[in-house]
C-alpha cells in the first residue's frame, strides 16, 4: 500500500510537470505571435488593410487601394455602380489618341448609323494628301489614302477607331462641322454638357498635348459612346478592310481576350500610355461591365504598359489575381496611336 501510495504521488507529480511544461509553451506561442502583430512590416500591415478593404468592396462600402494603377491616373464605372469611382491623382493631363472617343461620338450623334449601314461617302481631296504627308513627316498615326478616294462613314470611324489614324481625324471633323476649329469648339461644348468639367479638347485626334481631361472625365464620354451600337460594334472589331489602306488592325491587342470588348488606345510622349477600356466579366454570379480609363502609364511600350494597367485593374475589380500575359500575344502591325 506505501509502495502504491508513492507510484501514485509520483504520477501526480510528473503530470504537473508537463502541464507546467505545457503552459510555458502556449504562453511562448502567444508571446511570438504577440510580437509578430505588434512588430509586422508595413507591407504585411497594408497587406491585412487590402484583405479588408476588398471585403468591404464587395459589399460597395470601399474599394481596395490596390484597384488603381501604381502609375499614372484611373477611373471606372461597373453595372449597378452607375458613379463613376476615381483613382488618386486625377487631374488635367494629355489624353492622346482617347481624344478620338468624343470625336467618332459627335459624328455619330450628327450623321446616326444603324447597324450594317454604311453611311454617305466622303471623297478625299488633294488638301486631305497634303496633310497625311505632312503627319507622317511627323510621325504621327495615318493611314494611307489617295486624293479621289471615297469613304464611306463608317470606313472613316474606322480609320479613326482602329488603327488611330490622325489624318482621318481631321477629314471627319471637316466633313462633320465644315472646319477643325468649329468641330472642336463642339467636342468642348459635349464635354462640358456631360460635366466634364476637367477637359479641354484643342484638336480632334488627341495628337496635340494641349488636349487634356482627366480619367474621371474620359469614362463619360467613353460609356456614352458605347451606347450607340455602331461606335460599339467599331471598337469590338479587330481589322477592317479600306479602299487604299487595305486592311487595318486595332491597337487594343487585348481585344477579345478576358473580356476586353473595346475601346481605345493612346500614347505619345506627354500622355504616356492610355487606354479607355470596356470589359464584361462575371462578378459574384452576375454578368457586370466595367468601362474604364487609364492615363499616364510609363514604360519603354507605352501600349503595353497602358493595356497591362487596365488588364490588372480589371482582374481586381472581378476579384481575380491573373493578370493576361500580353507578351503570349501577338500584336497586329504597329502604327503609333
Not at 83 to 93: E, L
Not at 179 to 200: K, Q
Not at 204 to 227: F, L
Request: net charge positive.
Amino acid at each position: 500500500m506505501a509502495y502504491s501510495n508513492r507510484a501514485r504521488a509520483r504520477r501526480i507529480r510528473i503530470r504537473r510537470v508537463r502541464v507546467a511544461a505545457l503552459l510555458v509553451a502556449i504562453a511562448a506561442i502567444a508571446a511570438s505571435i504577440g510580437y509578430h502583430v505588434a512588430s509586422s512590416s508595413p507591407t504585411d500591415a497594408s497587406a491585412l488593410d487590402v484583405l479588408r478593404s476588398e471585403q468591404r468592396g464587395a459589399v460597395g462600402e470601399a474599394l481596395p487601394s490596390t484597384v488603381w494603377p501604381s502609375h499614372g491616373q484611373a477611373a471606372f464605372i461597373k453595372t449597378g455602380q452607375p458613379q463613376v469611382q476615381t483613382g488618386p491623382n486625377q487631374h488635367a493631363a494629355p489624353v492622346a489618341s482617347v481624344a478620338k472617343v468624343m470625336t467618332a461620338y459627335l459624328v455619330l450623334r450628327d450623321h446616326p448609323l444603324r447597324l450594317g449601314q454604311d453611311g454617305p461617302t466622303i471623297t478625299l481631296t488633294d488638301a486631305d494628301v497634303a496633310d497625311t504627308d505632312r503627319r507622317r513627316g511627323q510621325e504621327e498615326s495615318v493611314v494611307s489614302i489617295a486624293a479621289g478616294e471615297e469613304l464611306t462613314e463608317l470606313q472613316a470611324l474606322q480609320a479613326l477607331l482602329l488603327p488611330s489614324a490622325n489624318n482621318i481625324a481631321l477629314v471627319l471633323a471637316r466633313w462633320d462641322a465644315g472646319s477643325a476649329d468649329r468641330f472642336v469648339a463642339r467636342m468642348n461644348a459635349t464635354a462640358r454638357s456631360l460635366g466634364m468639367t476637367h477637359t479641354r479638347y484643342t484638336d480632334p485626334s488627341g495628337y496635340d498635348d494641349a488636349t487634356v481631361s482627366t480619367a474621371a472625365d474620359q469614362v463619360r464620354i467613353v460609356d456614352r459612346a458605347m451606347r450607340l451600337p455602331v461606335f460599339a460594334s467599331i471598337v469590338a472589331t479587330p481589322s477592317a478592310t479600306l479602299p487604299v489602306a487595305g486592311t487595318v488592325h486595332s491597337t487594343n491587342t487585348l481585344l477579345g481576350h478576358d473580356g476586353f470588348v473595346g475601346v481605345k488606345t493612346g500614347s505619345d510622349d506627354a500622355a504616356g500610355g492610355c487606354f479607355a477600356f470596356r470589359a464584361i466579366r462575371w462578378i459574384d454570379g452576375r454578368r457586370t461591365t466595367i468601362t474604364g480609363v487609364v492615363l499616364g502609364q510609363p514604360g519603354h511600350d507605352q501600349i503595353v504598359a497602358a493595356l497591362a494597367a487596365a488588364a490588372a485593374m480589371v482582374d481586381r475589380i472581378a476579384g481575380h489575381r491573373a493578370v493576361p500575359d500580353l507578351h503570349q500575344r501577338t500584336p497586329p502591325p504597329r502604327a503609333a496611336p
